[in-house]
């Protein structure tokens, strides 16, 4: 039996199927050779990764139940390309979520040198998310 959480929103369970979708390197490596052509069959898929032809149809199946593949059956092969567009409203809400959310309490959440980061005053390093070495 499913219990369902109220706190959880529907987005939030389609954001986290794709990202359990994308949790393995091998599908990562697809979606960026899907990225990379218009389109590819399985044939193609399995030259390029260097994996079995059952192992890629696996993840494609698993990247077309999450929406960020879609495939088209074209004569006796199916033809795979990236949902762009649900790839990128993915990415908006990781970068969403990582601006709502910046844990090291910093002043400059958007910027991409984390080294140089310092807490806002008045945030110890520990609740910031830095080890006191």
């Given at each position: 039996m499913k219990f369902i959480d109220p706190d959880i929103s529907a987005t939030d369970e389609t954001v986290a199927r794709k990202l359990a979708a994308l949790a393995h390197p091998a599908r990562l490596r697809l979606l960026r050779q899907l990225g990379a052509a218009d389109s590819c069959c399985v044939k193609d898929l399995?030259?390029?990764?260097?994996?079995?032809?059952?192992?890629?149809?696996?993840?494609?199946?698993?990247?077309?139940?999450?929406?960020?593949?879609?495939?088209?059956?074209?004569?006796?092969?199916?033809?795979?390309?990236?949902?762009?567009?649900?790839?990128?409203e993915l990415a908006g809400v990781i970068g969403q979520t990582l601006d709502q959310c910046?844990?090291?309490?910093?002043?400059?959440?958007?910027?991409?040198?984390?080294?140089?980061?310092?807490?806002?005053?008045?945030?110890?390093?520990?609740?910031?998310?830095?080890?006191?070495?």
């Open positions: 399995v030259r390029r990764a260097g994996l079995a032809q059952s192992t890629v149809s696996q993840h494609l199946k698993i990247l077309v139940e999450a929406e960020l593949v879609s495939y088209r059956p074209q004569q006796q092969r199916s033809c795979y390309t990236i949902n762009a567009a649900s790839v990128r910046c844990g090291c309490g910093c002043e400059h959440a958007g910027d991409d040198d984390h080294r140089d980061r310092q807490p806002k005053p008045g945030i110890s390093a520990q609740a910031a998310g830095q080890k006191d070495i």
